[in-house]
């Protein structure tokens, strides 16, 4: 880890605000003011302080608010009001979820929660049923109340997120297993890959495609009229995709990519991050010189620029190298699955979304 992200700053998830703003709002419910700040225990047992930045006394019904801080993390419900509203329940035992504006509802099978729920996921839900219960205790007071969580402008915020493509509509889920966020861990990133895998296979989806990024992700779409549903972002986390597929396979998987990413894959990295794993040009020009290259193109090679160069000067001497990358890539990724029924195919692309090289096994 470099000095740098040592000192990065972290934050709170969205479940560990949603628990801090229930806690408070549920005092206020049953002493009549809320706690401000309000300290609540993550699941690891660090116990952690918020302020408030919102209280609403409409009594029968009580509410928090609390403005989630991602750290130094690029987390786009940074700055998002996390709203917890209380109320006791009639009729109705334990504690209520409900959705309320900007939070999301389940609406495909293969997440962690059923169809028809609120997408507050199964910690955040312990946190707060946890954070009631401290207080009910303390008080002896009633435990059955109804919980809404809303997040303002969080229909729009979603967007921007996996929810769409996951089933979860009209807004963000409220998320995490720790309560905290490490910046750049990018442990959000890969637990959508996870959900969107499990989607796939709750809805019995036969063909799945990844990506690299938004240009290879429209061409894997449009070669196999793949519908928004089917695709996954794997971004550069080839490995976490691939090792999650392993364990939940799918039959089918078109894996797309631009050259510098998909030459890492070949190489054998399964985070093709350029922090991570760098492009190997000596490795390259070996390649080249299996496909018959000459000794000047070899060595054009070893001292070129970019990825995108090397395959330039490739394709200029008609030598497929990008097709010997798709076959080492998918050899990399069917290591990776070890023998799991995934029948795998990887399409590489240029930077205009043009299909330049592929290998598959069906």
């Known amino acids: 880890m470099s000095t740098h992200e040592k000192h ?93 504006e900007g939070v999301g509802r389940i609406t495909k099978p293969g997440l962690p929660l059923d169809v ?33 969580i809303s997040v303002p402008g969080g229909k729009d915020l979603a967007l921007k997120t996996w929810n769409p493509q996951l089933g979860i509509v009209g807004g963000i889920s409220i998320l995490g297993t720790t309560g905290v966020v490490i910046p750049f861990s990018c442990s959000a990133w890969i637990h959508s890959i996870h959900r969107g895998i499990d989607v796939a296979r709750a809805t019995k989806t036969f063909h799945v495609g990844a990506s690299t990024g938004s240009t290879s992700g429209k061409a894997v ?81 070893k001292k070129a620029n970019s990825a995108l160069e090397v395959f330039e000067l490739a394709e200029s001497h008609n030598l497929p190298l990008a097709d010997r990358i798709a076959d080492k890539a998918r050899i990399t990724a069917l290591n990776v699955l070890s023998g799991a029924p995934v029948a795998v195919e990887i399409l590489v692309f240029n930077r205009q979304g043009q299909l330049i090289g592929m290998a598959h096994g069906w």
């Not at 312990?126 to 303390?138: F, K, P, Q, T, V």
């Not at 631009?258 to 390259?284: I, P």
């Open 8 to 100: 990065l700053k972290r934050g709170w998830t969205t479940g560990a605000c949603a628990a801090a703003a229930a806690k408070s709002a549920y005092h206020a419910l049953i002493k009549g003011e809320f706690l401000d700040p309000v300290e609540i225990t993550l699941p690891r047992g660090q116990k952690v302080s918020f302020s408030l930045a919102l209280e609403e006394n409409d009594f029968p019904k009580m509410t928090a608010g609390v403005i989630k801080d991602a750290g130094d993390d690029p987390d786009v419900t940074h700055g998002a009001m996390i709203k917890t509203t209380l109320a006791f329940s009639n009729g109705q035992t334990g504690i209520v979820f409900k959705a309320g």
């Open 116 to 148: 028809g729920q609120a997408a507050i996921n199964p910690v955040p839900r312990e946190m707060i049923s946890a954070s009631i219960n401290e207080l009910a205790s303390i008080y002896h007071s009633d435990r059955n109340v109804e919980v809404e």
């Open 221 to 301: 779409r449009e070669k196999h009229n793949l519908p928004e549903t089917s695709m996954i972002d794997m971004g550069d986390f080839a490995g976490g995709m691939l090792k999650y597929l392993r364990g939940h396979p799918v039959p089918r998987i078109t894996i797309g990519g631009g050259v510098a990413k998909l030459s890492k894959l070949a190489q054998g990295h399964l985070d093709l991050h350029s922090a991570r794993s760098q492009l190997d040009l000596d490795w390259l020009a070996e390649q080249v010189a299996t496909l018959g290259g000459t000794g000047s193109t070899i060595e054009a090679i």
